[in-house]
């Protein structure tokens, strides 16, 4: 979509969309079910023109959320709609909805029985899973930045219980003149640190690559979390950090032939 002069906006909503449908990750199909045995969704869009935004919370017949949060920054009548009040925009705009039980994955039923009949620690399970919260960051060649998630959240998440993933200045954040930032990992404690602000306010003094590692620092640091962040720049940088064992990440710039996908195993170091 870049390449091709297209915005940023869709280039960022067609990445998180292409990952929702995926079943590898946590997110659309294939998201880990709460302790109800359901499937609720988190997803986000934010530009950095005019700082515009649109978030859902707690869907369970939407597959591609994000695509109703881009349809709500585009009408903008409000920022967050949650639950049935998102399935409604969705449904007035045209959005296709499904039935709650489209969306749990066979793999995901079972490890939801496993957790519950071992009895396992949700948070503690939490870290080794593969999966998590996805998200993507993009720049156009008008400059602008923006960024779009999408998550289901963690294993047996108490029902109702809303992430980092659709709140400004926790799981993402896009500003005019600094860039975009998106969060992955341990949504409590990312929510506590306002995560993405942290990061996208150190962009303005800090090489990208060192804004994102003070962000993870932080989030270890304050709240003893774990994830991961990603960011872009109006310039056209790119950079990501995290302190989980691994993180999946690609990326393409406008020099690059092809873009890299791959899955980094190297934290950000953690000393203290
Ligand atoms: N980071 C996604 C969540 O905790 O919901």
Redesign the pocket.
């Known amino acids: 979509i870049l390449a091709a002069g297209g915005e940023s906006l869709d280039a960022a909503v067609a990445a998180v969309r292409v990952l929702e449908d995926d079943p590898t990750f946590d997110a659309g199909l294939g998201s880990f079910l709460n302790a109800a045995g359901e499937v609720e969704l ?1 997803a986000a869009v934010m530009s950095s023109t005019g700082m515009r935004a649109g978030a859902v919370a707690g869907v369970k017949r939407i597959r591609n959320p994000v695509e109703v949060a881009r349809q709500l920054l585009l009408e903008g009548d409000a920022v967050l709609l949650v639950a049935d009040g998102a399935e409604e925009f969705a449904r007035e705009s045209g959005l296709p909805l499904c039935a709650p039980t489209e969306l749990h994955l066979a793999r995901e039923v079972r490890r939801f029985h496993e957790l519950r009949e071992n009895g396992t620690d949700p948070l503690a399970s939490f870290g080794p899973l593969p999966g ?2 996805v998200g993507a960051v993009a720049v156009d060649d008008r400059g602008e930045v923006t960024v779009a998630v999408s ?1 289901g ?2 294993p047996l ?1 108490p029902k109702g219980r809303v ?3 659709p709140i400004i200045g926790a ?1 993402l954040v896009a500003e005019e003149g600094l860039g975009a930032v998106c ?6 404690g ?1 929510l506590r640190i306002s995560m993405a602000r942290m990061a996208l306010d150190r962009l303005a003094e800090l090489p990208p690559e060192t804004a994102c590692q003070a962000a993870v620092q932080a989030l270890y640091t304050k709240v003893g979390g774990r ?1 991961g962040v990603i960011a872009a720049t109006p310039r056209g940088e790119v950079a990501f950090a995290f302190n989980t064992p691994r993180m999946a990440v690609g990326y393409r710039t406008a020099l690059m032939e092809e873009g890299i996908v791959r899955v980094e195993s190297s934290p950000t170091l953690i000393t203290s």
């Open positions: 988190d998590d919260t998550t959240g963690r998440k992430g980092d993933s799981g969060c992955t990992g341990w949504g409590e990312i994830g």
